[in-house]
């Protein structure tokens, strides 16, 4: 099987550089995890999930025993009521199951908020 870089978005930096940051200010990674840059070294069900992302991106870690897959979208409208840059963000399971979702908000002093922690968007 030939290897396949990650989906991008149409935005793609916009989505990339707004899921960089969200990642960093959460530490949702631990510092000692690499980057999964291709959709082949991922588990058969996490590359199934990976190659679903539509207008999104997704990203993965690995510390060699866990894996950590997030995909995330930008919401227009909720960006547009919020007058923010808005990120649905799905945290996936080694089952490619979503194990929680969200809205979150970049504030202009560069903080992220939680907006809806129940969103109908799903990834």
């Known amino acids: 099987m030939a290897t396949q870089p990650q ?13 960089d940051s969200f990642i960093v200010s959460q530490q949702y990674v631990p510092d000692t995890a690499r980057p999964v840059r291709f959709c082949d070294e991922l588990p058969l069900r996490l590359q199934l999930r990976a190659r679903q992302v ?4 997704w990203r993965a870690w690995t510390d060699g025993l866990r894996i950590w897959f997030v995909v995330a979208k930008l919401i227009p409208e909720v960006s547009r ?12 399971d080694m089952d490619g199951r979503i194990a929680s979702c969200a809205v979150w908000t970049l504030s202009s002093d ?9 969103p ?3 990834s």
């Open 120 to 122: 109908r968007f799903r």
């Open 81 to 92: 009521e919020v007058n923010r840059q808005a990120l649905h963000v799905s945290f996936i």
């Open 110 to 118: 560069g903080r992220w908020s939680l907006y809806d922690a129940y």
């Open 54 to 57: 539509r207008h999104g991106v």
């Open 7 to 19: 989906k991008r978005a149409s935005q793609p930096s916009q989505v990339d550089s707004l899921l």
